[in-house]
């Protein structure tokens, strides 16, 4: 988050007419309306200028909150215009990345909704159909319990039910999920709860792009670089709000302007992050009053509840990771990969060079749109966990000799 690379401003050049616009109406719910089956639809509408001349919609459906209570949560899907396969169309569940934390920040609100979702052009193009939550308290009123995996993994799992009702989407029970950073932790919580959760479905497999699987070193280790103080300072911030937990003796009282900017700026656009840019500056010089927030409770205990475990083993995982993510480190994403594969998961690992933690979802996306279509066909899942364990322990003898 300390520059911008260049190919974004180049984004900015196929964004005209994409996406969206402020449809506050839509998002707004009642707790009346929102009692109902998990998944279950409240109102869809048309959205403009699809891609792959599929049918698109903004989509508001039933879910769970952390208490149980019935929410909403909002979110799009796209149905191609493939010819309906024998037992329906699969699904595949997009989980985004991190879009920001107040309800303006949802991805069906921006005028990139279509971009951002990576691979969406090559999904449709293979016959799924694809749909993409926002996550509660984007789109819908907050707080967004970011970075939360059972609020994620709900909201994934009821988007798919969701995306199945739509009248022309002729879906089967099938479905994967592919998620990027926020979006990886999002997805490998989508498969630890799927059987418990939303037993009608059958999940193939989990797609993953520099997952967020350690937020101790997100949070932690990360801390010295502006991208890892506008994580923490966002992770606070909201589940100051979700928890009702005081953020006394916690952050510098210069702190917390700074903080309140950054919770109310999304990381959508380029001029997004140049914004950002600004604002973090008052984290700079004093930021938390304490020297390692992972080991102060009660942050602790709700960090621990969300550090995501290996998919169900019987479930074939995949791994994109640029070794030079600063973000999500290489090393914390092959130590997780060495867990799964230890955890009987067939994990294919994809190194991408030159993506960074921001490209590296769209630049494995034709590899995890394939991956997706032979999980699909019943195809044998690959497996580099032999190159996975040899890679890991590289990387360990690197670090012991620093």
């Not at 951002?116 to 799924?128: C, D, H, N």
Request: glycine share 8%.
């Amino acid at each position: 988050m300390a520059s911008v690379p260049a190919r974004m401003f180049a984004s900015l050049l196929v964004l005209v007419g994409l996406g969206g616009c402020s449809h506050a109406s839509f998002y707004r719910y009642t707790t009346q309306e929102a009692a109902g089956a998990s998944g279950s639809l409240l109102r869809y509408q048309d959205m403009a200028d699809p891609p792959n001349d599929a049918s698109a919609y903004r989509i508001l459906y039933r879910s769970v909150g952390l208490q149980n209570e019935p929410i909403a949560v909002s979110g799009m899907a796209f149905v191609p215009r493939t010819p309906i396969p024998a037992g329906g169309r699969p699904v595949v569940a997009w989980a985004h990345p991190t879009s920001g934390i107040v309800p303006k920040c949802a991805p069906s609100l921006s005028e990139l909704a279509f971009v951002e979702i990576a691979g969406l052009r090559e999904l449709l193009r293979r016959g799924f159909v694809v749909v993409a939550t926002d996550y509660p308290g984007l789109g819908t009123a907050g707080p967004h319990p970011y970075l939360i995996g059972d609020s994620e993994g709900r909201a994934v799992l009821d988007s798919v039910r969701a995306a199945r009702a739509l009248p022309d989407a002729h879906t089967s029970n099938r479905f994967a999920v592919w998620g990027h950073s926020q979006g990886g932790q999002a997805a490998l919580f989508t498969a630890s709860l799927a059987a418990s959760y939303a037993p009608e479905l059958q999940l193939v497999g989990v797609a993953t792009a520099a997952p967020a699987t350690d937020l101790e070193s997100l949070l932690r280790d990360d801390f010295s670089s502006a991208a890892g103080r506008n994580i923490t300072a966002m992770t606070l911030w909201s589940w100051t709000r979700v928890y009702g937990i005081p953020l006394d003796h916690l952050d510098a009282v210069d702190a917390q302007p700074a903080m309140n900017a950054l919770a109310n700026e999304c990381l959508e656009s380029p001029l997004d992050f140049l914004e950002r840019r600004v604002s973090q500056r008052g984290l700079e010089k004093q930021f938390l009053m304490v020297r390692d927030v992972t080991q102060v409770e009660p942050w602790r205990e709700i960090l621990l509840r969300n550090i995501a475990s290996p998919p169900p083993a019987q479930l074939p995982l995949f791994i994109a990771q640029d070794d030079a993510d600063t973000v999500v480190r290489l090393d914390v994403t092959a130590k997780f990969a060495n867990q799964a594969c230890a955890h009987g998961n067939a994990v294919r690992y994809l190194t991408v060079p030159g993506a960074g933690h921001g490209f590296v979802a769209s630049d494995a996306a034709t590899a995890v749109a394939s991956w997706i279509e032979d999980r699909f066909a019943g195809r044998a899942p690959p497996n580099d966990c032999a190159a996975i364990a040899l890679r890991t322990t590289e990387i360990s003898q690197v670090g012991a000799a620093k």
